[in-house]
């Protein structure tokens, strides 16, 4: 064989050698380039079953009703003059047993106390009277007693004739040892904060903290560590604030506003009492996304005022704001592992109804999320097909498996939509990856 073809079959040898270590390095480099990134999908499933008629809830709970755990889900319909009660653990579609009083219009929210002190926890029961803005004198709180006997439930009046109740809580206010009440006077241009004084024997004495209409939430919280239940307050309307309602133990308190907004279109929703840092105090999670009073200005961009905001407290009745997370319509909050990873999330939910175009809630879905993520809360904007008008949240054991569920209340004031009045929301993560 002549010099020139060894040479000729040294190179063709040598050339195929590397060409084949050469591909597989380039195939190997095309594998390390690959972007790969995670997508969380949100999707829903109905809790109870439809029943044909407007899906519009004020309010979804947990309650302790027939024992000392946690056994009852229930949600109100004010628009049906209704409210529900599903016994828990049940399985997708929950059973319901729904509930309608002859004096009942009007139900958005539902406590569980022994009020009565004969071992037995009863349903207090806020009616707003009238759901639609009005100053008539048609809410009143009333607690419902279940006749184990019977399988019945009766009312019996603890107040009435006031400005639309959207809520009232039990605690004990003034050291007694019997349970008292917060009250929410919603009303219209009229309204106030308060409490209901337990006299014994089914008596009762309303007091008034302030005359400030808009009340939508009053918690009863020993908000400053010192021994006695205070009251943490949202109010809307054109008050729009954060207060607090310092109590001296006897049922005697001084207001003090923690946060107020600049303008009256704010739009404030909710409140969640947590220990946000886990510092061994609490602080105050609160949203503010309401739309329904129509006024904010056609210039005004939603994003940029509504959200999550944390008001985190300093210790010795301080407390400093901090804006969380833009979120157009953020009507309701709530601590829950959404992702699986063993941390809870902060998980925010858009009341968004569709009025007519000239709102813009921009193109994020309508729940969303804070995610721990390297000491810091990083906001998630996931994809789902939630269109629904969301305004309550509650988390729950449903169906006994061990895990929580997130629930979620259909508030579909224009009709809009067939989905369920209550809907359980889950989340899956999906890795995709894109060669480059």
Not at 119 to 129: K, V
Not at 288 to 309: E, K, R, T, Y
Request: aromatic share 8%.
């Amino acid at each position: 064989m002549s010099n020139n073809l060894q040479i000729f079959m040294t190179l063709s040898v040598s050339i195929l050698i590397f060409s084949g270590c050469m591909a597989q390095t380039v195939e190997d480099e095309v594998v390390k380039q690959k972007n790969c990134a995670d997508d969380v999908l949100v999707h829903y499933d109905p809790v109870v079953e439809s029943d044909g008629t407007q899906s519009v809830v004020a309010n979804v709970r947990a309650i302790s009703l027939f024992n000392d755990t946690i056994d009852t889900l229930v949600f109100t319909e004010p628009l049906d003059g209704s409210f529900s009660l599903l016994q828990i653990p049940c399985q997708y579609l929950c059973e319901e047993f729904k509930i309608r009083l002859k004096n009942i219009v009007a139900p958005v929210r539902l406590d569980s106390a022994d009020l009565d002190g004969d071992g037995t926890n009863e349903l207090i029961l806020s009616d707003i009277g009238i759901l639609y803005p009005s100053d008539a004198k048609r809410g009143k709180v009333s607690m419902i007693k279940f006749n184990e006997t019977t399988d019945t439930f009766s009312e019996h009046m603890i107040v009435e004739n006031l400005g639309r109740i959207t809520c009232a809580e039990a605690a004990d206010l003034d050291g007694d040892d019997d349970l008292d009440l917060t009250l929410c006077e919603f009303g219209h241009t009229n309204g106030s904060v308060g409490w209901i004084e337990n006299l014994g024997n089914e008596s009762w004495s309303h007091h008034i903290l302030e005359n400030k209409s808009g009340t939508i939430e009053a918690i009863p919280i020993d908000i400053d560590g010192d021994g006695d239940l205070d009251i943490v307050s949202v109010i809307s309307q054109l008050v729009e604030e954060i207060v607090v309602y310092w109590n001296d133990g006897l049922g005697n308190f001084e207001s003090e506003i923690l946060f107020k907004a600049d303008f009256d279109y704010f739009g404030m929703s909710s409140i969640e009492i947590i220990d946000f840092e886990g510092d061994g105090d609490l602080d105050i999670l609160f949203t503010n996304g309401d739309i329904l009073d129509l006024d904010v200005p056609d210039d005004q961009n939603l994003w940029d005022f509504h959200g999550l905001s944390l008001l985190k407290n300093l210790g010795q009745g301080e407390f400093s704001f901090q804006r969380l997370l833009a979120f157009s319509g953020a009507y309701d909050s709530k601590l829950f592992d959404i992702d699986g990873d063993g941390i809870d999330e902060i998980i925010v939910i858009g009341f968004r109804p569709i009025i007519d175009e000239s709102i813009d809630y921009g193109n994020n879905s309508n729940i969303a999320w804070l995610d721990w993520n390297n000491n810091s809360w990083d906001p998630i904007y996931p994809s789902n097909s939630i269109d629904i008008s969301m305004i309550s949240l509650e988390i729950i054991d449903l169906n006994g498996d061990g895990q929580e569920d997130l629930i979620a209340a259909n508030h579909d004031i224009y009709k809009t939509n067939n989905a369920s009045r209550l809907i359980s929301i889950e989340s899956e993560i999906i890795t995709k990856c894109v060669e480059i």
